[in-house]
């Protein structure tokens, strides 16, 4: 079973910036896409950002320009630095780590963005 540590998570105001690491110990499966992902309050979870293990990586729309997803492989961490955070950044923010039987998913980091 994999271990899974979300952190970075806070209360930020409208325009601020947050850096969330997740950090996997325990069972790793390496060379797999990375990626974060959020659920906000009454909606479905979202894609926000993923990065192939060759270091190419894809950013949602709604996110774009305002994300940078990386990973420091020696860590087994994934990082996702959010500039020019909104209101609509506030939400809980997963990164799924595949294992075979499927992905395992954390209890997440809570980013809140207040006005």
């Known amino acids: 079973q994999v271990q899974l540590v979300e952190s970075g998570g806070g209360l930020v105001q409208i325009g601020g910036s947050l850096r969330l690491s997740c950090t996997a110990s325990?069972?790793?499966?390496?060379?797999?896409?990375m990626g974060w992902y959020r659920q906000a309050p009454g909606k479905q979870r979202e894609l926000v950002a993923l990065i192939t293990p060759d270091g190419t990586t894809h950013d949602a729309d709604a996110v774009k320009g305002r994300v940078t997803i990386s990973t420091d492989d020696a860590k087994n961490t994934v990082y996702l630095q959010m500039n020019n955070l909104d209101s609509a950044a506030t939400a809980v923010y997963y990164c799924?780590?595949?294992?075979?039987?499927?992905?395992?998913w954390g209890q997440g980091t809570q980013v809140t963005v207040s006005s």
């Open positions: 799924p780590h595949q294992q075979l039987d499927g992905a395992y």
């Open positions: 325990g069972k790793i499966f390496k060379n797999q896409i």
